[in-house]
Nanobody
Framework: QVQLVESGGGLVQAGGSLRLSCAAS????????MGWFRQVPGKERAFVAV????????YYANSVKGRFTIDRDNAKNTVYLQMNNLKPEDTANYYC?????????????????WGSGTQVTVSS
C-alpha cells in the first residue's frame, strides 16, 4: 500500500525557516512528479511547488517564489520543501502528493496519492 508521510512542520517566528520532508513507502518516487500543496480551514487546497520526476522541471506559486525550494532525493525516496523567510500568511497544513503521469501540474486533482499533512504555523 502506497503511503506518503510528511514531517518537519512546527511553530516558527516570521523570518524563520523550516524544511519539510515527504517520505514514501510502497512506491518508488523516482517515477512520479511530486507536489506540495497547502490548505487553511475554509479555503481550497492551494498549489505551492512541484518537481518533475527527473527534477528537470520545477514550478512555484508566485507567493513562495524566491523563498521556498523544492528538491528530491530519489535514492532516499524523499521529497523536500525548504521554506525560508516564512511569513504569517504561510501558516497552513502542508501536503505532499504524487502524480503518476508526471504532468508537473499545479492542479490538485491531477495527483493520485496524498499524505496526511504537516502543520506549519508562523507567528508574527
Amino acid at each position: 500500500q502506497v503511503q506518503l508521510v510528511e514531517s518537519g512542520g512546527g511553530l516558527v517566528q516570521a523570518g524563520g525557516s523550516l524544511r519539510l520532508s515527504c517520505a514514501a513507502s510502497g512506491r518508488t518516487l523516482a517515477s512520479y512528479a511530486m507536489g506540495w500543496f497547502r490548505q487553511v480551514p475554509g479555503k481550497e487546497r492551494a498549489f505551492v511547488a512541484v518537481i518533475s520526476r527527473t527534477a528537470a522541471t520545477i514550478y512555484y506559486a508566485n507567493s513562495v517564489k524566491g523563498r521556498f525550494t523544492i528538491d528530491r532525493d530519489n535514492a532516499k525516496n524523499t521529497v523536500y520543501l525548504q521554506m525560508n523567510n516564512l511569513k504569517p500568511e504561510d501558516t497552513a497544513n502542508y501536503y505532499c502528493a504524487s502524480d503518476q503521469l508526471d504532468l508537473v501540474s499545479l492542479l490538485h486533482y491531477n495527483y493520485d496519492v496524498w499524505g496526511s499533512g504537516t502543520q506549519v504555523t508562523v507567528s508574527s
